[in-house]
């Protein structure tokens, strides 16, 4: 079972940036797909963006222009780059992975249920 820690969330004034980490314990991480969620007060998780192990990326609506998601093989960690933040973007940030084999083309999935270990989460709060 891998274990999956988030770092980096914190307070932050709206327009303004953060950069989340996501390490894995993996040995095989980079066969891994890897996804962010997020899950605001009161409403269900929803995805934010996903990466898999051929570096093909897929964003949510709200997340295209503004967020990246990044990983690093060698140090076994995703990233998610967050700019231009807005107060909507406040929510707990979760880390995802999954180590369905999935062929070169495959595109990340967008359903948790796709996902089978899941970080602690990281807050993530935006002023305006």
């Known amino acids: 079972q891998v274990q999956l820690v988030e770092s980096g969330g914190g307070l ?11 390490a894995a314990s993996a040995r095989t991480f980079s066969t891994y797909t890897m996804g962010w969620f997020r899950q605001a007060p009161g409403k269900e ?6 990466i898999t192990w051929s570096f093909n990326t897929v964003y949510a609506d709200s997340a295209k222009g503004r967020l990246t ?12 780059q967050m700019n231009s933040l ?6 707990v940030y979760y880390c995802a992975g ?12 967008n359903s948790h249920y796709e996902y ?3 970080g602690q989460g990281t807050h993530v709060t935006v002023s305006s």
């Open 12 to 22: 932050v004034q709206a327009g303004g940036s953060l950069r989340l980490s996501c």
């Open 45 to 50: 998780r929803e995805f934010v963006a996903g």
């Open 69 to 80: 998601i990044s990983r690093d093989n060698a140090k076994n960690t995703v990233y998610l």
């Open 86 to 91: 807005k107060p909507e973007d406040t929510a």
């Open 98 to 109: 999954d180590s369905r084999s999935r062929p070169v083309y495959a595109i990340p999935p």
């Open 116 to 118: 089978t270990n899941w």
